[in-house]
């Protein structure tokens, strides 16, 4: 069954396909193997979306495992930071920092990506800076605080540059959206899945590049390399 989906749907739509396709470019450009995408939107602007993306890698070293947690609290970082694109073409594709901050500590389901991408910043810090005392609170605070601004720049760096990316498959995302039939009921839910096969098969895809992170020690900076 399908009907024109109203504006106000469609737009709520875009934004959390947005924040979908940054967590799925982030994560292919990191090197991560992908899937699917899924996004659900009801009539009252309740959604569901999800980009299905594999944890299992190599890890074969102390630095390989700083290389993995990096990767993962940016993939982690990119769908809110990808949500506050402009949607119309003519405006400038840059993250807006307060609406994304806002959208990891709301309660519309990105709360769980925060969480996820604190924990893992205790994790690498206590790697890279293991000589660290545990009493030293102000210490250990400046190196979060340094951590999480370095990894934020490089993400939003990547979200930047691939905005263009990022918003066609947010786009061609919601295009395939159609009204599923509520069996008893009116129907009232847009949904969609694109395969990790379908996925793999549009140029927009195939474009991704391919990047590097990895930290060598405690104070030094994230660095990418294509």
């Known amino acids: 069954m399908t009907r024109k989906m109203p504006p106000a749907v469609r737009d709520h739509a875009l ?7 940054g967590h799925y470019v982030v994560a292919r450009a990191l090197g991560f193997e992908t899937g699917g995408v899924t996004l659900t939107v009801t009539m009252d602007l309740r959604h569901q979306g999800g980009a299905c993306i ?41 993250v807006d920092k307060l609406k994304a901050t806002a959208i990891l500590k709301g309660g519309q389901g990105a709360e769980q990506d925060y969480a996820k991408i604190r924990e893992l910043q205790h994790l690498l ?54 009204l599923v039939e509520q069996w008893g009921r009116g129907a009232d839910t ?30 030094d900076a994230v660095q990418y390399w294509k």
């Open 190 to 219: 847009y949904e969609v899945v694109y395969t990790g096969l379908m996925l793999e098969r549009l140029r927009a895809v195939q474009a991704i590049p391919s990047l590097r992170v990895w930290t060598d020690s405690c104070s």
């Open 15 to 21: 934004q959390i396909a947005h924040h979908e396709m």
């Open 54 to 94: 594999t944890l299992v890698r190599p890890i074969s070293s102390m630095e390989a495992m700083k290389e993995h947690l990096e990767a993962r609290m940016m993939v982690l970082l990119a769908g809110a930071m990808a949500q506050t694109l402009p949607s119309k073409t003519s405006a400038a594709k840059r």
């Open 125 to 178: 810090r206590n790697i890279t800076c293991p000589d660290t005392d545990p009493a030293s609170s102000e210490q250990i605070a400046a190196e979060l605080k340094a951590m999480t601004d370095r990894v934020w720049i490089r993400t939003q760096g990547i979200i930047e540059d691939q905005a263009g990316t990022i918003a066609e498959l947010a786009a061609t995302l919601v295009d395939g959206m159609v």
